[in-house]
């Protein structure tokens, strides 16, 4: 089991940035990682998606505003938010994938977008 620590979470106004961070445990192989999130009495959905190789993917609700990013080295996960929206406040969930581990996911980081 990999463990994952997310960080960066927190109050912003409306048009304002965040930056998340998620460490990975450990100098062990990780595939994909992803950030999900969950708002009150949604399902968790895929927010952004990113492949070792650096390949992303992202939810048509956060495209050309959030971007996610890896440092393999570190094994760790970013995601910077732009332009954030009263919608967007959610937990966020650090998500990894890996051959020797199966899946992981961290303990979630609050963002909370409001005036």
């Known amino acids: 089991q990999v463990q994952l620590v997310e960080s960066g979470g927190g109050l912003v106004q409306p048009g304002g940035s965040l930056r998340l961070s998620c460490a990975a445990s450990g100098s062990i192989f990780i595939g994909a990682m992803g950030w999900y999130r969950q708002a009150p009495g949604k399902q968790r959905e895929l927010v952004a998606s990113?492949?070792?190789?650096?390949?992303?993917y992202y939810a048509d609700s956060v495209k050309g505003r959030f971007t996610i990013s890896r440092d393999n080295t570190k094994n760790t996960l970013y995601l910077e938010m732009n332009s954030l929206k009263a919608e967007d406040t959610a937990v966020y969930y650090c998500?990894?994938?890996?051959?020797?581990?199966?899946?992981?996911w961290g303990q979630g980081t609050q963002v909370t977008v409001s005036a």
């Open positions: 990113i492949t070792r190789g650096g390949t992303t």
């Open positions: 998500n990894a994938k890996g051959p020797t581990f199966g899946e992981s």
